[in-house]
Nanobody, 120 residues
Framework: QLQLVESGGGLVQPGGSLRLSCAAS????????IHWIRQAPGKDREEISC????????IYADSVKGRFTISRDNDKNTAYLQMNALKAEDTAVYSC?????????????WGQGTQVTVSS
């Protein structure tokens, strides 16, 4: 089965950091672009970052640019999202998706997400 599992979420104070992981099983993640998505209650789904299969092309939403860094380790079949200078507005469920490119909205696999809560 094609599966992605996110981990690394938790409760942090404003200004803190978290590193999220997105581990793939059942397929080779290195063949696909990886998208990070977040969804907060009462708010629209937001794509916050994407990295292409080689890692050279990376994009970020304005809301996280300069604070978050996307990366991947294809040997470990895992992608990451380093989250720094966290704000209360970053509170959401974060999930990853694998797709053909960073321009695609048709993922071939996605995870259930990991909760990130930023609060004092």
């Amino acid at each position: 089965q094609l599966q992605l599992v996110e981990s690394g979420g938790g409760l942090v104070q404003p200004g803190g950091s978290l590193r999220l992981s997105c581990a793939a099983s059942g397929f080779t993640l290195g063949y696909y672009a990886i998208h990070w998505i977040r969804q907060a209650p009462g708010k629209d789904r937001e794509e916050i970052s994407c990295i292409d299969y080689g890692g050279a092309y990376r994009i970020y939403a304005d809301s996280v640019k300069g604070r978050f860094t996307i990366s991947r380790d294809n040997d470990k079949n895992t992608a990451y999202l380093q989250m720094n200078a966290l704000k209360a507005e970053d509170t959401a469920v974060y999930s990853c998706e694998a797709g053909d490119s960073c321009l695609s909205s048709q993922p071939i696999a996605w995870g259930q997400g990991t909760q990130v809560t930023v609060s004092s």
